[in-house]
């Protein structure tokens, strides 16, 4: 193709040969080796979200008038970002920021970029941000944004990326309307250009996005705050299940962020990692993996599966590692009812999104797992990222165990509402995490006189 001209993501790469499998080969080429969604899901994100939503909505005995509104979202803005890269062709992406609900607060969650994301995988993360901000308490609604740019990208072209889509959503955004943050493949280098660009528009504004780096007025705590929240409602958790942190092991999918920092919290509390995986391959070790060496390791620029001490095994075969806890901490659909029956931990802590699905779910609960779900379990990223917005806000800064201290507060509250909830009406915590969830919300909606 000649230079400078204009490709769609679908036909990235594709040379001379147009046909679907060259296109989607080059594509997944270009795409470099990115986390991917469970092959085998036999449902999207959408659809598990909506599942779950609709459960919850017929034991609250919501009318189907108040159900649209609560299922629709409020506004859907999708941009081109078209952005010449190093090949010297200009790709044009689609960038979208969807905002699901605002009556509890504005809008909140965050951006990703990913060439599987599309609007409905979109619409699905802004809902479950409504509900994970409601079942956490803090005074949030829910919203998520994506780019469907690959998973690989230079810095430069990321910064590019970045900028076009903050010039494109900015009128949407403000520190009192949507505040962005970290998602799959962003991180706090992301959120510095991002609030830089809104910057050159509206001055110096530090929270219009959280999950900054901490030279940038981000929060002590925030980077590790999603994997740290994980750990807390597991520990919150054990003495109930019989299980004690110090003698737990536990399996990681997914050693971007959240897993790598939820891995390295629990072996301080003294419990083993005896399996893990990214987007390269999986490794196991039942006298134990070192979660800081490995995660020391692979920031160096190591492949996980030449990591020493630890043999490689399929990256399908990691679900079936006997352990106590299994952490997901990659995409949405990774356990579903090809490979949840042949999990073997007692507990699921969901530091990713809509990792499991309904079919998945039924089978684990007949095998008697005990499921943390993501709408909980990974709202410790969101909980920080309010105390960043609080803090930008007072122009003031907490030090890290005060921000490690009052995110223990908030999970352990969420944790104790949720399973009061589940015991009292017989449901798992999925369940009543989004009784709590919905409920907060459709308060909110009343007194507000929306509904
Ligand atoms: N992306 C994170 C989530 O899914 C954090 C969102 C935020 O901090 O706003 O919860």
Redesign the pocket.
Known sequence: MADGEVTTPADVGAETDKSPAAVEEASARRRGAGPKRGDGAEVSNLDIVRHHFELAADRLALADDVRVVFWTPYREVTVQIPVKLSDGRTHVFSGYRIQHNGARGPY???I?FHPEVDVDEVRA?AS??TW?TAVANVP?GGA?GGVNCPGDLEPSELQEIARSFMDKIEKVLGPNRD?????VNTNAQVMAWLMDEYGKLHGHTPAIV??KPIALEGSYGREAA?GRGCVYMFREAAPHLGVSPADTTFVVQGYGNVGSWAARIMQQLGARMVAVSDANGAIRSDQGIDASKLQEYLSAGGTITDFDGAEEIDPDDLVAVPCDVFIPAALGGMINEHNAERMRCKVIVEGA?SPTTPAADRILRDQDVYIIPDVMA??G??V??YFEWAQNLQHFRWDEREVNDKLGTVMRRAYREVSGRAREEGIDLRQAAYLVGIERVVEASRTRGYI
């Open positions: 909140k969650g965050g990703r993360l479950l941000m994970k949030f998520k505040i962005p943050a970290p998602d959280t999950g999603t999104n990974n709202a990223g969101v920080v990222s």
